[in-house]
């Protein structure tokens, strides 16, 4: 009651007593951004085993762990929402192909098991000789890894790179379906002016590829620095010719949702009017648009077209792709939470302020955000991140 009276003392105008709550709070806003990042960072691994792009090499396989380990945590955002988490498995047990939400499901898992199976066969080679020069607990895991082969002839490589390709190409529309799905979800609520909208799984997916492109250049950058490595600036620099063409269609894409919107003048537009120019102001119009939009579109059009420094790269590249991990999750709390800012009525609106120690707060999100960082940071111990880490490519 107490969560609710304190959200109901920032009502405007005349409000619903069942719209003074919401419902989906900050768990909801970091599921959407977590399988984007996961979209994102598989499309960066495929446009080298997939299109060819040499100059992404030094990424192909640190993208597929990172999405990997962004994968599974995936759905603890959803999990911590549930009131009965135990009953998750239930779409398993008792599969109902008309659920949404059961749909999600069963492209996770297919999807999570073709991106285990392309990381095991991209790093046949390196498991099977770790198998063979260590002893103990090591050489036990590293059977289990490798499935206890050791074949590396030729031939045995030749089908591993054919494997690799096919998975690959299969793992785009998968990526594809995964993000897009969440979109769909969001879209297909027709109750809610701000999400239904057929425009709203392609800026999911599209922002999905937006937001991975920008985390694996900001952890290389990180993760390269902390190793006192060199940095592929040829790859940073198509890594960002890339990350730009997504996000200018991605932000177009964006106001022409608004516009469009405007445009038709629906009778839900007033609505919609009022709260774009009033409680989301601030968040949508002043940080997501002009701040986290506007300058690195700015910033990433100036190093793509110009030929600048290596010394400037290394400014604007992060920080330009720190700005649009931020806007791509502003972009999804303006959804997620100013959906649900309007009344049924039509004539008022909420505000919401998340707390730090609720059980969807702040606190909790932020360790959420942390466990894919302590995954990667594991399973690099096992894989190795780079390619001059291990010299024996597939």
Known sequence: MHEILATASGALGYVFPNDLHVHWSLMIVLYPYITGIVAGAFIVSSLYH???????????????LFAFAFLACATLPLM???GQPGRAMSMFLTPNPSSAMAGFG?????YAFVLALEIFFIYRVHLVKRRQETTGWQHAMYTVFSMASDNLSERSLKLDRKIISFLAAIGIPMACVLHGYVGFIFGGVKANPLWATPLMPVIFLLSACVSGIAGIIVAYFLLRKIAGKSIDMDCVRTSIKFLWGFFIVD?????LEIFSHGYMATAHWHTLHELLWGPLFNSYWVWQVMILSVIPFLLLGYVSIRKVSDSLLRIIAPVASVMILLQVLLMRWNVVIGGQLMSKSQRGSVDFQPHWFEKEGIFLSMV???????????????????????????
């Open 251 to 255: 932000f177009t894409f964006e106001m």
């Open 368 to 394: 959420i955000m942390v466990l894919p960082i302590i995954i990667l940071y594991v399973m690099g111990k096992v894989f190795p991140f780079w390619h001059d880490d291990n010299q024996s490519e597939v």
């Open 80 to 82: 911590m929402h549930l």
């Open 50 to 64: 997939v299109f060819h792009i040499k100059a992404l090499k030094p990424l192909a396989k640190f993208s597929l």
């Open 106 to 110: 069963y492209i996770y898992t297919a």
